[in-house]
């Protein structure tokens, strides 16, 4: 049989944009991220789709842990509902029937998403990080697992690719947490290393019980943002493996997340009493410019050494595709037609939104 007579690979067709489940993640997905959902925009439809069902997810299973109340047990709720998920007969939520849709399309490594449970168990607990190892941990789970899942819907699954994207996913927690120490102090959570905070004369129980911005504290968070930015250069060339028309998308999300450092050290590092935002305007020209970035970026001739804290990540999914085979990604629409569809998409939005205010206004 000759090339040509092959039959492409085709998504489910169950994994509709339009479905009801679908749509509800969607809604999720404008409400939280505004990054995610900023680069996610330049995803293929193919992957698009499955990352709002993999975020819609992602978002409810930390919510829940993070809204528990005292006596309830979320992180065995969120394995009986993956229990259930795997089973192939998700629990009554859209979320799982979403996520359900994509583990049977994609055959998800249950590992993944265990381990972000691991670390969603971790916020739970209280867990503090004595150094920066210990935090890469911590990244790896909330983040990294994350990273590795969308790498893996993508395809195809490259051990190296699916490296670089954990050690991207960590970069970005690294930076959310540099951008959020304030926030997380009054909640009673330090992740900034106690190390590096003992190396800088902050005493960190001390402080806890009163966070303040001051030099040493300025000195830790930019720091972290250092070895962010060590994590995003390394991640950087792992962009040029994925295929073409996902190259962009991440390209974007890497750019937007590395600016909320820059922005955050214009700002002088505090962290501490305001929480540093990318504006709309910024987050659009970086947009942009990843479209013309990402053109020449080159896979790095020799692959760095793993990141300590993912190898047991990738390690997982290596023996996942031992067990089911490599997959080619599907093939994409033509730009046109990728264009034509999200013009599609906004017009039936703002109709929507149109037809919403027409009914609240009528008396």
Request: aromatic content about 6%; glycine content about 6%.
């Amino acid at each position: 049989m000759s090339t040509s007579d092959r039959a492409a690979p085709v998504a489910n067709p169950e994994l509709n944009f339009d479905s009801t489940d679908l749509q509800a993640c969607v809604a999720m997905m404008q409400g939280g991220s505004k990054t995610f959902f900023a680069a996610s925009r330049l995803l293929p439809p193919r992957v698009r789709i499955a990352a709002i069902a993999l975020y819609a997810f992602c978002r409810v299973a930390d919510d829940l842990v993070d809204e528990a109340a005292a006596g309830d047990t979320p992180l065995d709720v969120l394995q009986e509902r993956l229990d259930a998920i795997y089973a192939g007969a998700p629990n009554d939520h859209v979320e799982d029937h979403a996520l359900s849709l994509v583990v049977q399309q994609y055959k998800l490594p249950r590992h993944l998403l265990d381990a972000l449970i691991e670390g969603f168990a971790w916020d739970a607990g209280g867990r503090t990080y004595d150094s920066i190892e210990d935090l890469h941990a911590y990244g790896a789970r909330v983040a990294g697992s994350v990273g590795a899942m969308m790498s893996w819907i993508m395809g195809p699954q490259s051990m190296d690719t699916l490296a670089r994207a954990c050690e991207l996913g960590v970069a970005m927690q690294l930076t959310n947490i540099a951008r959020d120490v304030g926030h997380d102090a009054r909640i009673g959570r330090l992740y900034l290393p106690r190390r590096w905070l003992i190396e800088a004369g902050v005493n960190p129980d001390a402080w806890m019980a009163q966070p303040t911005f001051t030099p040493a504290i300025a000195q830790v968070i930019e720091r972290l943002l250092d070895e962010a930015d060590r994590l995003y250069k390394q991640a950087h060339s792992g962009i040029a493996a994925l295929p073409p028309d996902c190259r962009a998308a991440i390209c974007a999300a890497s750019m937007i997340y590395s600016e909320i450092g820059h922005q955050l050290r214009r700002e002088g590092l505090n962290s501490v009493n305001k929480r540093t935002v990318v504006s709309t305007t910024r987050k659009l020209m970086l947009l942009a410019s990843a479209w013309t970035q990402v053109h020449w970026i080159r896979v790095a001739p020799t692959s760095p050494e793993p990141l300590a804290a993912i190898v047991g990540l990738v390690q997982g999914c290596r023996d996942a595709t031992q067990q089911t085979g490599n997959k080619a990604y599907f093939p994409n629409r033509a730009m046109p037609e990728r264009v034509a569809w999200m013009l599609d998409l906004f017009e039936r939005r703002e109709n929507e939104r149109l037809d919403r205010n027409a009914l609240q206004q009528t008396p």
